[in-house]
């Protein structure tokens, strides 16, 4: 069995709703991604020979948007891509298909991860092709309804948590302790250029102009006199 090797890595800007790079699509983010991360293991395009994106809120991206990050950035079409929607962790899982067909000497290069962009999910409108006829109609939100919303009893991943906070007797002063912390360690370690190696910059219209966002947005949005 060969032995695998993850020769490069490279992400955007973790973004936040409705924030500073939610211009941009799902398959955009990725492409950009998938481009510095061949750049920086001096990878050529035409040696790529299979592509994994992970991908769970797919709706209005277009067919096939593996496919289309693939094509983005510069790989050519004839290699086979494949979208992985799984609830959670598809960027991960595509990195362990990429794994195993290295290993079974299917593939010697694949381009794995995963993308999402919840800021460009549509809203659905489940009865405008029949018609909504007489009286009022609903709107579903895809952010709820295929990233966040169980299908079977059609509660909400973040009631999950709860149970969890139950189950195991964490508090919510413990939680709020653990939020504050993980947000000042963000911050500490964005100040200290810890995630700079990683993260490739996004270009983004800005009035008139254009900027480049490099730094994770959600850290600098927290209030912690909204957190206890």
Do not use: W
Not at 22 to 49: C, F, H, N, W, Y
Not at 156 to 163: F, I, S, T
Not at 171 to 184: G, H, I, L, P
Request: aromatic share 6%; hydrophobic share 40%.
């Amino acid at each position: 069995m060969n032995e695998v090797y993850i020769v490069s890595i490279s992400r955007t800007p973790i973004g936040a709703l409705g924030g500073v790079i939610s211009s941009l699509s799902a398959t955009q983010l990725g492409a950009i991604a998938v481009k510095a991360a061949m750049e920086r293991a001096k990878i050529s395009p035409d040696q790529v020979q299979e592509v994994y994106i992970g991908n769970v809120l797919s709706a209005n991206l277009g067919q096939a948007p593996a496919q289309q990050v693939s094509i983005a950035s510069g790989i050519p079409t004839n290699v086979p891509c494949t979208t992985v929607n799984k609830v959670c962790a598809s960027g991960m899982k595509s990195i362990m298909l990429a794994a195993e067909s290295i290993m079974l000497g299917i593939n010697d290069i694949v381009v794995a991860g995963g993308m999402e962009s919840m800021s460009n999910a549509p809203y659905y409108l489940t009865k405008a092709r029949s018609g909504y006829r007489y009286g009022n109609g609903e709107i579903i939100d895809a952010i709820v309804r295929d990233g966040l919303q169980d299908p079977y009893n059609m509660k909400m991943m973040g009631q999950a948590g709860e149970l969890c906070a139950r189950e195991y007797k964490v508090t919510r002063e413990e939680q709020d302790a653990f939020a504050v912390e993980s947000y000042k360690r963000a911050e500490k370690a964005v100040a200290a250029g810890v995630f700079n190696e990683e993260i490739v910059g996004v270009e983004v219209p800005s009035g008139k102009d254009k900027v480049v966002v490099r730094e994770d947005e959600e850290p600098k949005k927290v209030k912690y006199d909204k957190i206890p």
